[in-house]
């Protein structure tokens, strides 16, 4: 691609990690081509056309005062008329190619968007997490899409094109990823005060990798005895879920394998002591307008609730 | 042969009142430009502020809420208090002197729509006054509008204050749809209308269709927040999705409604300075025709990321694939129009050149977005930005200074100093790539739109460095405009009736125009009336007439011409209007009372006698 020198970051979308994204960018690519043709040649013609007939001093009072040229007007309108023709037969092909049916085995996983992180649920293999999504390489994924508040959308750029999440509906994604990394990705649909906080990451592991993190999501949570009394007694079980304990909150993440996180906060922050320890004693801080409350932790009860979190492996 | 441009003798004198009731449609475009370049500041300071927000990664120059509200506004405030506006400020100016009309269809409805116009942006800015400026975006998506996740006053302001602008929006639209195809001159017929007013035409049709599916999708909005109804909460059976529909068949719409009037000034400066007929001018007039009619047919090109279904996708693809055809077609004439010319680099040349060269980059990106799978890649992000500032700042603001520098002779009766004019275009044309080319970079990197903060890690920062730095020079460059518009006022060289050589109407008048406009209704008998009287149908190859068709200026001593009465009911009657709009903040008692003043308003406007008695005017021998 020309873009090379255009100061491009490794997420950018034009290095796709999945068939859903290389099909996107080789029409881009078509695209790009064609687009930037017409420019060089138009440009140069009305820069051409401008030094060219630039009034002279011993010009004749007007210029010749031609009206038109038919057969021109009709060649420039079929000009392009063809070239959007050479555009339009390859979208129309991707546009289906993309949106066709998963097959059968595909992994299920579905995504809920919330003000302001993401919950993903993996329906046929009983977990569930929050802010990560794991996906096996090679496997396809059948990503279903929806949402508990108000429309955000999901985008993962070197995945491939974002689709959003809408109260009320399902979307899907269909895409099989193909290398293995760690992959940024972010709320593409403006969805209030943190909308900008509302990021995530997409980890495509091996898939032996994948089996054995599956693993570890699925198997009950043995809490820390006293940090989960903390949990309950400072009022935490109202929103979060710990699974196999009763605390079963759904308004907020599910916490029960917290501690295999690498980061936090949808995205925002390592998963270490000391940012913790930041987002606990005042959550709007780290993420402004999070509907986490305060909850104003004596440090006894703080680092019980860290030793709690922590040992959510 | 020029006065003062505001003094004794002038059509621009006279104290408050005279302008609170004037009826003139060239002082009311006076008023829509001031207003609507005060608005081009205050939403330039916003856009300042958020590059500076931009302009380091995890920067707290303002926090997300602010943050939230100025994109908002900046959106808003550009699209219906600066765009619209200015080029309402020229069809007013304008439509009446290039069709040979005295003044408009209904010169109170006219003056009636200004003041709601100013009144709906004074209602939605006063948001800012409550620390509560609307912060859902622009195009206001639900249910994030909705009273559960929006509690605040601003979306309330917002939806009202764009009730008020509709209302304007309309009312113009049916005065100046009803003055072009009612109050032309004899001989003008519509192929021979110079293409301004033909663009603005279509524009005029497309507001009227338009306006009407943002004003229902805006009615639901306020039962939602107001009377608890549930068009777009999902949780009791409404959908969201509707509102997209609702706001995109208004808002794809409302970008030809943005674009074509500056289409309309280029087809009209380039042929002036390239001394030559426009190119293919039926061409010209009837893809202006073919955008206006497909522009209805594209809106969910908005909503590929929604998941409409690939049926639904390629339909949408295909209605915006074939937009590109007539607007190439338009591009193309307009080089046919410059080939083969005698071109005189004048301030309005460079602008319209300028505005034809930014403008495809922002239609070859926009052919881009047509394709689906691409657009799902860029939706949302600042490639996205970049486009639309292509097309909004490249294409429509372009255009509109191309025409605020060919007709500011016209409308004040002095020249702008060229000198700053061009220094003026150079640093705007610099800034503007500066602030807008890299977004396309930010796009494919992955940087979403109506972000107030980014990863320091993010690979962002400097582009955005880049970008901030061109915002500030595109502010220079509207301080030199300002400082040229304010010198030129005050000093100005005085203008002749015809500084350019033009082909059309207006330019047969004396600068700035007599209020009564034509002396003498000019019988028209060419698409190009005034160059046809001044170089004869030798020279104008295609026009086969005898008749050299002199537009006539001088009126017979004592001749009578009956203008239309100023009035006060057109502002009583608006202010009724916006004082029911914001009495609904306050309660019903308020809007009851706004409703009173408004009925008050309408009918004495309807009681009062619409034309003052015909005034001599050249009893005294003229001016």
């Not at chain 1, 990560?132 to 949402?147: A, F």
């Not at chain 1, 198997?219 to 929103?239: I, N, V």
């Not at chain 2, 929006?150 to 302001?157: L, R, T, V």
């Not at chain 2, 396309?440 to 730095?469: C, K």
Request: hydrophobic content about 50%; some cysteine.
């Amino acid at each position: 691609m020309g873009l090379a020198g255009c100061g491009l970051s490794d997420d950018a979308t034009i290095r796709p990690i999945s068939d859903f994204g290389r099909q996107t960018q080789a029409l881009y690519e078509t695209v790009f081509w064609w687009t930037l043709g017409i420019f060089v040649v138009v440009e140069l013609l009305l820069v051409f056309a401008l030094w060219r007939y630039r009034r002279r001093v011993n010009d004749p009072e007007v210029p010749e005062q031609i009206h038109g040229h038919t057969w021109l007007e009709i060649g420039w309108t079929l000009a392009p008329a063809v070239i959007l023709l050479a555009i339009a037969i390859p979208t129309m092909s991707t546009i289906f190619r993309q949106q066709a049916p998963p097959p059968i085995d595909a992994l299920q996983v579905t995504a809920v968007g919330h003000q302001w992180w993401w919950e993903f649920i993996y329906p046929d293999l009983g977990f569930t997490t929050a802010n990560e999504i794991h996906v096996p390489r090679g496997r396809t994924v059948n990503l279903t899409l929806t949402s508990g508040d108000v429309i955000h959308s999901f985008w993962v750029p070197r995945l491939g094109g974002k689709r959003d999440l809408n109260p009320g509906s399902e979307n899907t994604i269909v895409f099989t990823a193909d290398s293995v990394g760690v992959f940024e990705g972010q709320c593409a649909e403006f969805c209030g005060t943190s909308h900008a906080n509302m990021r995530m990451k997409l980890f495509v592991d091996e898939p032996s990798d994948f089996e054995a993190w599956a693993n570890l999501q699925a198997r009950p949570a043995r809490p820390d005895s006293a940090g989960y009394q903390t949990f309950l007694a400072s009022g935490c079980a109202a929103c979060h879920a710990i699974d196999g304990t009763p605390a079963q909150g759904k308004v907020g993440p599910n916490l029960t394998h917290f501690g295999s996180r690498s980061t936090f906060a949808s995205g925002l922050l390592p998963n270490e002591r000391e940012p913790l320890a930041g987002w606990l004693r005042n959550p709007d801080s780290v993420k402004p307008g999070a509907l986490m409350p305060d909850l104003n932790l004596s440090e006894a009860r703080l680092s019980s609730l860290l030793r709690l979190l922590e040992g959510l492996r | 042969m020029s006065t003062a441009v505001i003094g004794h003798g002038s059509i621009y004198a006279g104290g408050l009142r005279s302008w609170l009731t004037t009826v003139d449609h060239k002082r009311i475009g006076v008023l829509y430009a001031l207003t609507a370049l005060f608005y081009l500041v205050v939403g330039g300071i916003e856009a300042l502020v958020i590059r500076l927000q931009l302009a380091q990664a995890e920067a707290g120059i303002v926090g997300p809420d602010t943050f939230n509200q100025l994109f908002t506004m900046h959106g808003t405030t550009m699209v219906f208090l600066v765009l619209m506006p200015l080029a309402a400020a020229m069809f007013n100016f304008l439509i009446p002197l290039q069709i040979g009309a005295r003044d408009v269809a209904f010169p109170r409805l006219n003056a009636f729509s200004y003041w709601t116009f100013l009144f709906g942006g004074l209602l939605l800015n006063a948001s800012f006054l409550f620390g509560q400026a609307p912060d859902a975006g622009w195009f206001g998506y639900a249910n994030l509008t909705s009273k559960q996740y929006s509690p605040g006053m601003g979306i309330d302001f917002w939806l009202l204050s764009l009730q008020v602008l509709g209302i304007a929006s309309i009312a113009s639209a049916v005065n100046f749809t009803t003055t072009i195809l009612n109050m032309r001159a004899p001989g003008m017929s519509l192929m021979r209308m110079p293409l301004f007013t033909w663009m603005s035409f279509v524009t005029q049709v497309l507001m009227l269709l338009a306006f009407p599916a943002v004003t229902v999708g805006l009615i639901f909005l306020m039962f939602d927040r107001f009377f608890g109804t549930h068009f777009y909460m999902p949780s009791a059976g409404g959908t969201p999705i509707l509102w997209q529909h609702l706001f995109w068949i208004f808002g794809h719409p409302e970008v030809y409604i943005l674009i074509l009037p500056s289409f309309g000034i280029v087809s009209d400066v380039l042929p002036t300075f390239a001394r030559k007929p426009l190119f293919g001018r039926p061409f010209v007039i009837f893809s202006g025709i073919a955008i206006g009619f497909l522009g209805f047919g594209v809106w969910s090109h908005h909503m590929f990321a929604t998941g409409m279904g690939p049926v639904a996708d390629s339909a949408f693809s295909i209605g915006t694939f074939l937009i590109a055809i007539p607007t190439g077609v338009k591009i193309f004439n307009w080089i046919g129009t410059l080939w083969g010319g005698h071109i005189v680099f004048k301030t309005p040349l460079l602008f319209a050149v300028g505005m034809v060269a930014l403008f495809i980059i922002g239609g070859l990106s926009g052919i881009m977005h047509g394709s689906p799978p691409i657009d799902i890649q860029q939706h949302d992000t600042y490639f996205v930005v970049a486009h639309l500032h292509y097309v909004f700042f490249g294409g429509t603001l372009f255009g509109l200074f191309a025409g605020i520098h060919y007709w500011w002779p016209k409308v004040t009766g002095r020249m702008l100093g060229e000198g700053l004019g061009k220094l003026s275009f150079w640093i705007m044309f610099i800034g503007m790539n500066l602030t807008f080319f890299p977004m396309h970079f930010l796009g494919l990197d992955g940087m979403p739109r109506r972000i107030y903060t980014y990863a320091a890690d993010s690979g962002w920062e400097t582009w955005n460095q880049v970008e901030t730095i061109g915002a500030f020079v595109i502010a220079v460059a509207v301080l030199v405009f300002f400082v040229n518009a304010v010198r030129s006022l005050r000093a100005g060289e005085p203008a002749s009736d015809d500084p350019w050589d033009a082909a059309t109407l207006e330019w047969t008048m004396s600068s700035p125009p007599p209020e009564y406009n034509f002396a003498r209704i000019p019988a028209v008998n060419s698409a190009r009336p005034f160059w046809l009287h001044k170089y004869g149908p030798t020279r104008d190859t295609s026009t086969h007439v005898q008749d050299e068709g002199t537009p006539a200026q001088s009126p017979e001593p004592g001749e009578r011409i009956d203008l239309p009465s100023p009035s006060f009911w057109p502002l009583i009657a608006s202010l009724g209007l916006a004082s029911a709009a914001a009495g609904a903040l306050v309660g019903l008692w308020a809007v009851l009372l706004g409703v009173a003043v408004l009925v008050i308003g309408v009918f004495a406007w309807a009681l009062q006698p619409l034309e003052r008695p015909g005034h001599p005017i050249f009893g005294e021998g003229g001016r």
